[in-house]
């Protein structure tokens, strides 16, 4: 109930004040791997006595890594806020907690207040807490929301640890009978003296020496770095599952006599083909076998059959192909260093999609970020994809749909060239431990940053994106630098993509402002209803228009801000080329003044009144999530619309006459 009424204050009231709120999430630093940690939330701003804001409900969301943490309850609630007015709770990775004072009193918070603490069980290795600004809600006495002018997120850091520790024995590497000299840490020299050790953390050390006859296990979704480099005359092991694939990062040489084996588990139920790429700084088809390995050859555009003797070069993307999930392993030391690609090549084949587009991949055991803007680089646009099963996600170092611009472990990827003996170097100082899966089926809060989402209403687990962004310094046509060009994903699905200046389809499209109409186009394989959504609007600013216009009917025209989401029609093998337009300003049909309509809701009816008769030509009622409440036509005023479809919440209103339309959003009533 407490979360209900939030949500409708937060829709009903976004009210700009000036207040300066910060909220604080509290770091901890140098911490033993099997503690517990609180972490205190913090607010400023809020106190009367210092021309604060008081505030009478309060929501917060904290993003975690549950391979270095793990959630165990709320404590220390500040005594200005009764414990029982508070709801909180945790999934695997995100913390919740919502506050409404009972009897919606403002309360003053003295600057500093510590509001609770949220408190986890540390397993080892720095990670970060992100407090989501975009979900941290504040709300005063008139019931309207405070924005937030900064947030401050937190951080854990392990333990340095001692000089050296040694191991014996077998069990969990947080074992700290099992060590010499305590656990490891990021001044540690571990060495695995005897028996096996299991990680299921994220561990560190200084350097790792695993002796003959020992073994290290790195467990499904959990981490190890090494800061100086790992040598292994014993057993060293990356395992993966479908729960996830160790990770494994390592700023020295990797070396040693021992065994080396590297998995990667790979699920092809959804999806027949996966693009990977072997750890290995040389390998050949055969580690592929029974996959029907391919290569692409971009002059072609084509992929093409792998030999079990074919030479891998070192990041070399590779096409898989299976009925069933497998796990392919790699035998022998991984790569640590960063990886030169040369000599990438580029044809001027005659259609835009498929120019330039080369195969490589992930070379590293731990996921890596795609922040291409900064690689060293000759001749090489920005722009990634990854295959998702049925489409590609892309990214362009700023956005994309590529999860936080992530490219897991031993993950193959294509870039686009621009110029023949084209360069990438893919350095080691990028990857990171990340838990995000195996991609086969967020980014900054950006200013200036649209998401259009298209998809068929009875099939939402299959959807298609493009990215619109307004960055000064960009350009209106076509540039590898800030644009991704659209790859066609699988025809059976919904297809969308914007048009730049220079007519080429993209799947992110960067203009340097607001004066450029964008042309938005969509492709489908069946009849059926369709649905656009459109969300980042609330990131242009108040005072830019957004409207979608079609080409074919100059009657139909969306005010994007009042009703993000449209519903069409289309017939089977739909494609509509130009027909629709994203206009930033307003065009065509005129919005008429609120006062001409008296609009209002009494006994579970719509009355719509005006000053003198007006003949009505069309009213529409939808919901916010673009759902057809109601259509009635031919009316005049005074008329009155008993609602029969509306199960309560928030509706848009939409009255067209000769002189234009009139808008007006509703709060209906269960």
């Known amino acids: 109930m407490k979360k209900t009424l939030l949500t409708i204050i937060v829709l009903l009231t ?31 701003g809020l106190d009367a006595a210092n ?27 500040s005594a200005l806020t009764p414990p029982a007015e508070w709801i909180y709770g945790a999934s695997a990775t995100q913390y919740g907690s919502t506050w409404v004072d009972d009897n919606l009193n403002a309360i003053s918070f003295p600057d500093g207040t510590v509001l609770f603490e949220v408190v986890f069980d540390y397993k080892g290795g720095e990670t970060i807490l992100d407090l989501d600004s975009s979900r941290c809600y504040l709300v005063d006495a008139n019931f309207s929301y405070i924005p937030v002018a900064q947030v401050i997120d937190g951080i854990i850091t392990p333990a340095a640890g001692s000089d050296q520790s040694v191991w014996t024995g077998e069990g969990d590497w947080n074992t700290s009978a099992n060590w010499s000299n305590g656990v490891p840490g990021i001044n540690t020299i571990a060495v695995i003296e005897s028996g096996n050790t299991e990680i299921n953390s994220g561990s560190n050390c200084k350097s790792l020496l695993v002796n003959a006859g020992a073994s290290v296990h790195v467990m499904p979704g959990f981490s190890l770095s090494v800061s100086e480099g790992i040598t292994s005359n014993g057993g060293f092991f990356i395992e993966s599952d479908a729960s996830g694939t160790g990770s494994v990062i390592s700023n020295g040489a990797v070396t040693g006599t021992g065994t080396f084996s590297t998995e990667q588990y790979v699920d092809f139920s959804s999806s027949h083909s996966h693009l990977v790429c072997s750890p290995l700084p040389s390998a050949t088809g055969v580690v592929f076998s029974g996959l029907n390995p391919e290569k692409y050859t971009e002059s072609s555009a084509a992929f093409e059959s792998l030999g079990e003797s074919d030479v891998i070069p070192n990041a070399s993307g590779v096409r898989v192909t299976s009925d069933s999930p497998s796990t392919m ?13 040369s000599n990438l090549p580029f044809s001027d084949l005659n259609e835009m999609e498929h120019k330039g587009l080369n195969l490589i991949g992930n070379p590293f055991t731990s996921a890596l970020f795609a922040d291409l ?24 170092g700023i956005t994309g749909n590529l999860t936080d611009g992530l490219i897991p472990a031993m993950q193959g990827f294509f870039v686009r060239t621009d110029n023949a003996n084209a360069s990438l170097d893919i350095p080691a100082a990028s990857r990171i431990h990340s838990n995000a899966p195996f991609y086969k089926s967020s980014k900054d809060n950006l200013l200036n940053h649209l998401v259009l989402r298209f998809e068929k209403k009875d099939d939402p687990d299959h959807f ?40 080429t389809s993209l799947a992110v499209n ?31 600013g108040s005072e830019t228009p957004l409207y979608l216009e079609d080409k074919q ?34 065009i065509g049909i005129n919005e008429l003044e609120k006062d001409y309509f008296k609009v209002y809701l009494s006994n579970g009816s719509i009355h719509i009144e005006a000053e003198q008769q007006k003949r009505i030509e069309q009213v529409e009622l939808v919901s916010l999530t673009g759902q057809l409440l109601g259509m009635y036509e031919n ?25 234009g339309i009139y808008i007006k959003k509703l709060l209906t009533a269960n």
């Not at 000759?378 to 362009?396: I, L, M, R, T």
């Not at 000064?472 to 699988?490: A, H, Q, W």
Request: hydrophobic share 40%; proline share 4%.
């Open 14 to 44: 976004m009210v700009q004040l000036n207040a300066q709120v910060t909220v604080a999430l509290g770091s901890v630093y140098e911490v033993v791997a099997g503690t517990k940690v609180y972490i205190p939330v913090t607010v400023t």
């Open 51 to 77: 021309s604060g804001t008081p505030i009478t409900a309060a929501e917060f969301h904290i993003f975690f890594n549950n391979q270095n943490v793990e959630y165990d309850t709320t404590a220390n609630i």
């Open 329 to 341: 392993v790699f035998s022998g030391a991984f790569n640590s260093a960063g990886v030169t690609l």
């Open 373 to 396: 803007p900064l690689w060293t680089k000759s001749g090489v646009g920005n722009g990634v994809y990854v295959w998702d099963g049925y489409k590609f996600k892309c990214w362009n």
């Open 464 to 503: 298609d994106e493009a990215f619109i962004h307004v960055k000064e310094g960009s350009v209106i046509n076509y540039s590898s630098e800030s644009d991704v060009i659209k790859l066609t994903g699988n025809p059976d699905f919904p297809q969308i993509w914007t048009l730049s200046s220079d007519n």
């Open 510 to 540: 960067t203009q340097p402002d607001f004066e450029t109409s964008i042309p938005v186009s969509f492709k489908v394989k069946g009849a059926g209803k369709y649905q656009l959504s459109v969300s980042g609007i609330e990131s242009l």
């Open 553 to 586: 009917d100059a009657s139909t025209i969306w005010n994007l801000r009042l009703s993000p989401v449209i519903e069409f029609n289309f017939g089977e093998g739909a494609s509509t080329g130009n027909r629709y337009v994203l206009h930033f300003n307003v």
């Open 635 to 659: 009316l005049t005023t005074p008329s009155v619309i008993r609602l029969e479809k509306c199960s309560g919440g928030i509706a848009i209103l939409r009255i067209r006459t000769v002189e």
